[in-house]
């Protein structure tokens, strides 16, 4: 196996890369990243140089902390464990809605009924990046059902964009599906995941608001990606489009 000038590998520099990468995703300083897994600062900067590969107890709490070993050591996949989608559905649903019995006064487990549905179209791509212009989809016929109990109220308040780009990894994922609630109401946005339409584009990102400086300013969750800032001097006109109320992730069966 060829071996670099600092005894390392190939594979264990690219392994070592992918650990300082998700140091930024996990927006932890190096010594907290130590202090949080156990190890010392020697040990995570041997790591991340590719001149030692991590330790199995290291791997093992990685892996309790959600995140993809598969994806730290060979790049595949993503940055964090995925739930299965049932799984995934009834928690947003479990954050959204809270059952009481009556009798026991204990909070039941609401459960997604499958039988009835929305079939919202899918209208366009929205960027997960720098604000661009929608690109639209209507004409492919697209569309995507969900169930009425993760989206209720009007069909019309609901927009279905496909994902456009890579700045809110590892949280949503370019090509998953976004359902956008629409909304104007900027106060109730204040640290969510929107979709938000500027002169120059629209751009999916978490909106949070600075009314000292009169700022709002749209953060992505890939540290790779620029935040953006819009304050009045820039002479931008800022619409609301609509609050993050479902997203969803396809998988292609051979």
């Excluded at 991340?48 to 791997?59: C, F, T, V």
């Excluded at 890579?166 to 109730?188: A, F, G, R, T």
Aim: proline fraction near 5%.
């Amino acid at each position: 196996m060829k071996k670099l000038p600092n005894g390392g590998t190939p594979a264990a520099q690219e392994i070592g890369e992918r650990l300082g990468k998700l140091l930024k995703i996990m927006r932890l300083k190096n010594y907290q990243f130590s202090e949080k897994f156990g190890i010392s600062n020697a040990s995570l900067a041997r790591y991340k140089s590719g001149d030692r590969l991590p330790e199995p107890q290291l791997l093992l709490d990685l892996c309790k902390a959600r995140v993809n070993i598969n994806w730290l050591l060979t790049g595949e996949g993503t940055t964090q464990i995925t739930q299965d989608f049932d799984g995934w559905m009834k928690e947003k649903l479990e954050q959204r809605m809270k059952v009481v019995d009556s009798k026991t006064g204990l909070i039941q487990s609401p459960t997604i009924d499958y039988t009835r549905t929305i079939t919202l179209p899918i209208v366009g791509e929205i960027s997960a990046g720098p604000r661009e212009d929608v690109i639209d989809c209507r004409s492919l016929g697209e569309t995507i059902e969900v169930p009425r109990t993760l989206a209720p109220g009007n069909d019309t308040n609901y927009i279905a964009f496909r994902v456009n780009g890579h700045s809110m990894e590892p949280n949503i994922l370019h090509e998953d599906i976004v359902i956008i609630k629409q909304s104007i109401d900027w106060d109730n946005a204040n640290g969510k995941v929107c979709a938000v339409r500027a002169t120059d584009g629209v751009t999916l990102k978490k909106v949070v608001l600075d009314p000292a400086n009169s700022r709002i300013i749209l953060q992505p969750f890939n540290m790779d990606y620029d935040v953006q800032i819009i304050d009045p001097d820039q002479g931008l006109e800022l619409f609301l489009i609509g609050n993050l109320s479902l997203q969803m992730r396809l998988f292609k069966i051979d």
